[in-house]
C-alpha cells in the first residue's frame, strides 16, 4: 500500500490568513491625547519602587 505525503496544514492556510497588515503611528496618536485604556487607574505595586525584596 503506497503512502499519502502528510500535507502540512499551517502552509496549506498560510496565504490566506498572512496578510499585509496597516499599523497605527503610536507617537502620532499620543500626541493627539489618544488613549488605549480611557477611565483606568494606573497601577504600581510597592516592589516597583522599592526593588525586589526576596
Do not use: D, I, W
Not at 502552509?11 to 477611565?39: E, I
Amino acid at each position: 500500500m503506497k503512502k499519502k505525503p502528510r500535507v502540512n496544514p499551517v502552509a496549506r492556510f498560510a496565504q490566506q490568513l498572512n496578510r499585509c497588515q496597516s499599523f497605527v503611528n503610536r507617537k502620532k496618536r499620543s500626541k493627539s491625547s489618544y488613549t488605549k485604556h480611557k477611565g483606568r487607574e494606573v497601577f504600581f505595586p510597592s516592589f516597583a519602587f522599592y526593588g525586589c525584596l526576596a
